[in-house]
């Protein structure tokens, strides 16, 4: 199997994490930054990353890489003394549920991803269109905060759940990257909670947050980017 991402990228490291969750070894195609349309066009017509072969199969978009490796590849490593991973990524008879807080959530990546983007890109944050993404940002989380079953448990019951992990994950990220977000974790106790449990558990620390932007093009070892 094999991997092909930026060390930055969080749609990858939401991928990254499952990988480990499920200790599955893999060969790392990784990149510091976007690398030429035709390099990246072997892999995915998308362009993007987090793209993955496995043998004959080559898959792209973290979503549908997730859903194969969760179909594939069942067993999971158990966490000593941690809530184990789910087993599944849609539960029987809760399909539709399920489907539904995914694809907010990819929503609340592809938001997130778009305001880190437009800051890096040079076009800034003081535009109608960042605005209105850090407004749906604010939306989704109060949704979301609806969705988690306690401050002892995620999105489902007794297992730490895909959807724990993206969302536990694009928060991690909007904390970790100068976007002047702040997603107000004192409003929202449980999903506070949940990044807190998630923030130690093995797979989150062996899958580390590293900063990317125009100029970067390696890091020391601790992760400190280091710029050309
Ligand atoms: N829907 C895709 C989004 C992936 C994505 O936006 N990846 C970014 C890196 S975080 C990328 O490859 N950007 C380069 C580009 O769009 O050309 C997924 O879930 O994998």
Do not use: H
Request: net charge negative; proline share 6%; hydrophobic share 40%.
């Amino acid at each position: 199997m094999r991997l092909r991402f930026t060390t930055g990228s969080p749609f990858a490291r939401v991928v990254r994490i499952v990988l480990s969750e499920k200790d599955i070894a893999y060969e790392k195609t990784e990149e510091i930054t976007t690398t030429a349309a035709a390099e990246r066009s072997r892999d995915a017509p998308t362009l993007q990353v987090p793209a993955l072969s496995d043998g004959e199969t080559s898959l792209w978009d973290s979503l549908v890489i997730i859903e194969y490796l969760m179909t594939r590849y069942p067993d999971n490593k158990a966490p000593a003394g941690s809530m184990p991973f789910a087993s599944e990524l849609l539960r029987g008879g809760r399909e539709i549920e399920d489907r539904l807080q995914l694809a907010t959530l990819q929503t609340l990546g592809t938001s997130t991803a778009t305001i880190s983007q437009l800051k890096w890109s040079g076009v800034g944050l003081d535009n109608d269109f960042a605005a209105k993404n850090k407004e749906r940002i604010g939306y989704l989380l109060d949704w979301f905060e609806t969705q988690l079953i306690s401050t002892e448990e995620g999105f489902v019951p007794g297992v730490v759940s895909v959807q724990d992990i993206c969302l536990a994950a694009w928060l991690m990220f909007i904390d970790n990257r100068p976007l002047g977000m702040d997603w107000q974790a004192d409003r929202r106790p449980k999903i506070r909670s949940l990044v807190g449990r998630l923030s130690n558990r093995p797979s989150f620390t062996e899958n580390p947050i590293w900063w990317w932007e125009p100029g970067v093009i390696g890091y020391s070892e601790d992760g400190t980017p280091q710029y050309a």
